[in-house]
T-cell receptor, first 114, second 109 residues
Framework: IAGITQAPTSQILAAGRRMTLRCTQD?????MYWYRQDLGLGLRLIHY???????GKGEVPDGYSVSRANTDDFPLTLASAVPSQTSVYFC?????????????FGPGTRLTVL | GQNIDQPTEMTATEGAIVQINCTYQ??????LFWYQQHAGEAPTFLSY??LDGLEEKGRFSSFLSRSKGYSYLLLKELQMKDSASYLC??????????WGAGTKLIIKP
């Protein structure tokens, strides 16, 4: 069982380019999340999805969009990347939304926007 | 506002005991999580407390005091592999996790 996979592992991107970070889970979890992690700051929630077909905004949604066409996949898109979006991006999932279920994290994508 | 505070860095000796403190302020409270994160890797779940008191799990224990908005993670018999960042996260009334910046634990031989 792979758990959660993310692609790419790392990416260097020119400012203004469009980029999609991929996330796939095989645990049949209902809820999925996208976080960014920056040095000196805690993980910050970008977007989340409680179930396939629904999405919601987190703490720092501006400049990002998500979709949840099915249970397994939760891609994150940067429509026009800016240097402040340089960060490590983690996808996570949990079984039941709106509960205290543990969140499980993917290995992360290290993104640099120049 | 919502806030999680924990020390930035701690140093301890192999074989010793270390306590990592965390204070939290959340809008409502649905529990306190601790995660471990090795450099360059994903956070992994360590513990969850929602009731006051100490939860023991092998070499790791976690304590919660809801009245004080305080938790700590206790690591015993430290091993070199325990060198990592330890993330404290409070769950608010909307079941969203509010994360601290993490405590980097350095273990010296």
């Amino acid at each position: 069982i792979a758990g959660i996979t993310q692609a790419p592992t790392s990416q260097i991107l020119a400012a203004g380019r469009r980029m999609t970070l991929r996330c796939t889970q095989d645990m049949r979890h209902n809820a999925m999340y996208w976080y960014r992690q920056d040095l000196g700051l805690g993980l910050r929630l970008i977007h989340y999805s409680n179930t396939a077909g629904t999405t919601g905004k987190g703490e720092v949604p501006d400049g990002y969009s998500v979709s949840r066409a099915n249970t397994d996949d939760f891609p994150l898109t940067l429509a026009s990347a800016v240097p402040s979006q340089t960060s490590v991006y983690f996808c996570a999932s949990s079984d039941a939304p709106g509960s205290t279920d543990t969140q499980y994290f993917g290995p992360g994508t290290r993104l640099t926007v120049l | 506002g919502q806030n999680i505070d924990q020390p930035t860095e701690m140093t301890a000796t192999e074989g010793a005991i270390v306590q990592i403190n965390c204070t939290y302020q959340t809008s409502g409270f649905n529990g306190l999580f601790w995660y471990q994160q090795h450099a360059g890797e994903a956070p992994t779940f360590l513990s969850y407390n929602v009731l006051d008191g100490l939860e023991e799990k092998g070499r790791f224990s976690s304590f919660l005091s809801r009245s004080k908005g305080y938790s700590y993670l206790l690591l015993k018999e430290l091993q070199m592999k325990d060198s990592a960042s330890y993330l404290c996260a409070g769950m608010d009334s909307n079941y969203q996790l509010i994360w601290g910046a993490g405590t980097k634990l350095i273990i010296k031989p």
